[in-house]
Nanobody, 115 residues
Framework: QVQLVESGGGLVQPGGSLRLSCAVS????????MAWYRQAPGKQRDLVAT???????VYTDSVRGRFTISRDNAKIAVYLQMNSLKPEDTAVYYC?????????WGQGTQVTVSS
């Protein structure tokens, strides 16, 4: 059974930093893209960043230059380094893994940016 477990969320002041981690357990055949999404209260779930199996990255405009996505293929994990956090970054953050046989999601981790 495949499980994705996020960690690293919490409460941080504006301008602060957090590092999210997502560990994958179980077997996923041919992992391709790994990604982070977020969902603010009352809004849809939106893509934050993706990283391909070759390490190519894509960011949504609002986080480019502040967030960095990375992955460790040996540990089967994906990370999101978030710097210069803003109140509008407040959301539940979800990791996502796309493999040959499916699309997998974590349970989410809350990030709150507030003074």
């Amino acid at each position: 059974q495949v499980q994705l477990v996020e960690s690293g969320g919490g409460l941080v002041q504006p301008g602060g930093s957090l590092r999210l981690s997502c560990a994958v357990s179980g077997r996923i055949i041919r992992i391709n893209t790994m990604a982070w999404y977020r969902q603010a209260p009352g809004k849809q779930r939106d893509l934050v960043a993706t990283i391909s199996s070759y390490g190519s990255t894509v960011y949504t405009d609002s986080v480019r230059g502040r967030f960095t996505i990375s992955r460790d293929n040996a540990k089967i994990a994906v990370y999101l380094q978030m710097n210069s956090l803003k109140p509008e970054d407040t959301a539940v953050y979800y990791c996502n893994v796309k493999g040959l046989t499916g699309d997998y999601w974590g349970q989410g981790t809350q990030v709150t940016v507030s003074s």
